[in-house]
């Protein structure tokens, strides 16, 4: 586990905010670091290297291909375990209280009903400057005369309660496929790849980012899973960055990315 350093006390990292703004890439889970003040949360400090506290690779690949598209990205500076930026402000896990078998101290009282203050502290102080720093970044894009296609780059472990998980990558998508289809299709013609479709986790989650900055803007928008083992060198998330910066590229000159256009999400039926 890492501190949150003087340097990065706000919550989130923001990267190349002028770049490229037809495309723009986040990490919700790009960090185990804690805020001062908040010590391991009753944790041992091996948890935090686990997936609980964040997805491993995930931030370095979002780095890498911000770089390669040219784009600006939005990173958390912060673990999951704190506050769960890719979840809604009403949902019951946004503040895990058990992950993975592993209790949160710290996280016992903290929801709206029980430490509401702490709960309405976290998310003014971490929650909401990263989803406004989104929003920012959708507002500059769309200033400049773009609509840009959201990124979302995640990652998820090899093996699940005992079972191995067959997939290298999956695309996690709602009801807009714009982005999803043709990155989906693309990624299975790379040689010897297992891409799951809305696996291993679906992209129907109300409230969640995407929902909030892609589904209800209208944005072309796709949440990308890499398995952990697959990008936890550096070696590995150059390849997996590089891979998706020239997918990416090659897709964007589809019309439809460059359109608002509003498909609902499966989460309101």
């Known amino acids: 586990m890492q501190s949150m350093s003087r340097e990065g006390d706000l919550p989130f990292e923001l990267i190349n905010p002028e770049g490229e703004p037809r495309f723009l890439v986040i990490c919700?889970?790009?960090?185990?670091?804690?805020?001062?003040?908040?010590?391991?949360?009753?944790?041992?400090?091996?948890?935090?290297?686990?997936?609980?506290?964040?997805?491993?690779?995930?931030?370095?690949?979002?780095?890498?291909?911000?770089?390669k598209l040219g784009c600006p990205a939005?990173?958390?500076?912060?673990?999951?375990?704190?506050?769960?930026?890719?979840?809604?402000?009403?949902?019951?896990?946004?503040?895990?209280?058990?992950?993975?078998?592993?209790?949160?101290?710290?996280?016992?009282?903290v929801d709206a009903f029980q430490d509401a203050?702490?709960?309405?502290?976290?998310?003014?102080?971490?929650?909401?400057?990263?989803?406004?720093?989104?929003a920012g970044a959708v507002s500059r894009a769309r200033a400049a005369g773009a609509v840009p296609a959201i990124l979302s780059i995640h990652?998820?472990?090899?093996?699940?309660?005992?079972?191995?998980?067959?997939?290298?990558?999956?695309?996690?998508?709602?009801?807009?496929?714009?982005?999803?289809?043709?990155?989906?299709?693309?990624?299975?013609?790379?040689?010897?790849?297992?891409i799951g479709d809305n696996e291993p986790y679906s992209g129907e989650l109300k409230g969640d980012?995407?929902?909030?900055?892609?589904?209800?803007?209208?944005?072309?928008?796709?949440?990308?899973?890499i398995r952990q083992d697959l990008i936890a060198d550096a070696r590995g998330q150059e390849e997996w960055a590089e891979r998706l910066a020239r997918l990416i590229t090659r897709i964007a000159v589809l019309p439809a990315l460059h359109e608002i256009r509003h498909y609902g999400s499966h989460a309101d039926e």
Request: aromatic share 8%; glycine share 8%; net charge neutral.
């Open 209 to 225: 980012c995407l929902y909030r900055h892609g589904t209800q803007n209208g944005l072309p928008h796709a949440l990308v899973e």
């Open 74 to 109: 939005v990173l958390a500076r912060f673990s999951r375990l704190l506050i769960d930026l890719n979840r809604g402000a009403d949902d019951p896990t946004l503040v895990m209280k058990l992950s993975d078998g592993a209790i949160i101290p710290a996280n016992r009282n």
């Open 117 to 134: 203050a702490e709960f309405a502290h976290r998310l003014a102080h971490f929650y909401e400057p990263y989803h406004a720093a989104v």
């Open 28 to 67: 919700d889970h790009a960090s185990n670091a804690l805020p001062p003040g908040y010590g391991s949360l009753g944790l041992n400090a091996g948890e935090f290297s686990r997936h609980i506290a964040y997805d491993i690779g995930a931030g370095a690949v979002s780095r890498l291909l911000a770089d």
């Open 155 to 194: 990652s998820f472990t090899p093996v699940w309660r005992g079972k191995a998980r067959p997939w290298h990558a999956g695309i996690l998508w709602d009801r807009d496929d714009r982005l999803p289809m043709p990155l989906l299709q693309a990624l299975r013609q790379e040689p010897g790849l297992v």
